[in-house]
């Protein structure tokens, strides 16, 4: 029988809701495809057969049939073999045509790490096509391509790398082919790439990072399953507009709000009062939703300005502040304490640095809640305000100093400018 009968065949059956034809039916064009001539060199059969009589222009029936076969439970014993070489048909050149391009950036952590037999500890290890090969559903979903741009451990992630990420990652955005872009990554510093990535990249199309808490050499290790998520989301209609996106246990996060709770567990990234953006279940994406506090800063600078640092706490002296400034940074994120409230001694420090003009802001240390020019005592925050200091708002101090330093190298420096930008 001819492939376009076939396809005729297919879609009365599809019709009927004769699902067991259509498997069978399907099973001969996967057959055709998995000869012997087809095995040795795939890409070359498709290419000498024509376009109305060949396995690529029944794809979307197959695509139908897969769903269909999946959702009603129609793969039995009958069927399993044809079945099985429907699916396999879904990894040839000819049926991931039709299927959405997702980018997988690789860069290192945990997730590409295994244990090292002589350390006994794990170190960076695998790449991201190693990654990749442990997903086979992902095939269901798109065509994933692997730029392993790195794997070094996300201690390591500095400004620089960052630069080099944020390249990457709106080069693949800015091809029309591809839907998203997913960007694995060590979960130390992961809500700080994130963050950098959402003020960095202009796109509608969303950019999901994931991680790992457990590494490769474990049987129960947690890469798998979250870019299996991560997959879903960048294909998924409803995750334009969102921004960058963190997507580990299942749980959504927005960048600027998500932070790491927990050393071990892998429920451990958490977006505090402000809660997850979003779910992922079994049968579908679910968004709560919409984070509205976002901007773009471009990238103008290959080095970014120096912003450090600097922790309040009892009997601090400021000289961490002092000394920060005289070894010539350009800006200062104080992690005061309460609502951005610091002793004298502090509070000294931050005059001295903006008499210096070095910029200032003031965060918290506390988990929730934003940062105001509230209280009028010494080094209250409304002092520090009114000496030329700026407010993170609910930003906590290594995303604010993130805020910061984008803004610097962006030109933007007075007290005024730079509570804008914090306000936004």
């Known amino acids: 029988m001819p492939l376009s009968e076939i396809g005729v065949s297919i879609r009365i059956s599809l019709r009927t809701a004769d699902y067991r034809t259509a498997v069978v039916r399907a099973a001969k064009v996967a057959s055709w495809m998995l000869s012997v001539k087809a095995a040795e060199d795939p890409e070359s059969v498709i290419l000498s057969t024509s376009q109305e009589d060949s396995p690529s222009s029944l794809t979307p029936l197959l695509v139908d049939l897969i769903e269909r076969i999946t959702l009603r439970g129609y793969i039995m014993t009958l069927c399993k073999n044809a079945a099985l070489s429907l699916l396999m048909l879904a990894a040839t050149p000819a049926f991931a045509q039709d299927k959405p391009v997702v980018q997988f950036i690789a860069t290192g952590g945990t997730i590409a790490m295994k244990i090292d037999p002589v350390k006994n500890a794990p170190v960076p290890a695998i790449s991201g096509d190693d990654l990749l090969a442990t997903v086979p559903d992902v095939a269901k979903y798109a065509t994933i391509e692997v730029n392993n741009l790195s794997n070094v451990p996300s201690d390591y992630m500095d400004p620089a790398r960052w630069v080099v990420l944020t390249k990457a990652v709106q080069t693949a955005l800015d091809r029309n082919e591809v839907s998203g872009v997913i960007v694995s990554h060590g979960t130390d510093t992961l809500e700080e790439t ?165 910029a200032v802001v003031v965060s918290t240390r506390v988990h929730n809640g934003r940062v105001l020019p509230n209280y009028g005592f010494e080094g209250g925050g409304k002092t520090s305000f009114d000496a030329g200091a700026v407010m993170a708002d609910d930003l906590k101090p290594a995303k604010a100093r993130i805020l910061l330093m984008l803004s610097l190298q962006n030109g933007v420096s007075s007290q005024s400018d730079l509570q804008a930008a914090f306000n936004r």
């Open 194 to 358: 994130a963050y950098w990535l959402d003020l960095t990249v202009k796109s509608s199309k969303p950019v999901v990072l994931i991680g790992a808490q457990r590494n490769a050499s474990v049987s129960d290790f947690d890469g798998p399953r979250n870019l299996l998520n991560a997959v879903r989301i960048a294909v998924d209609p409803q995750a334009k507009d969102k921004g960058a996106m963190l997507a580990m246990n299942n749980q959504i996060n927005a960048a600027r709000y998500v932070t790491k709770t927990h050393t071990a567990n892998v429920e451990t990234f958490k977006s505090g009062d402000y809660g997850f953006l979003g779910e992922v279940y079994p049968d579908r994406v679910n968004f709560s939703y919409v984070q509205l506090r976002r901007q773009y800063i471009p990238i103008r600078a290959e080095k970014m300005p120096e912003v450090e640092i600097v922790a309040m706490y009892g009997g601090a002296d400021g000289e961490a502040l002092r000394n920060a400034v005289d070894r010539g940074v350009k800006g200062v994120v104080v992690q005061a304490l309460g609502m951005g409230n610091m002793n004298v001694a502090m509070f000294n420090a931050v005059k001295y640095a903006i008499s210096k003009n070095v």
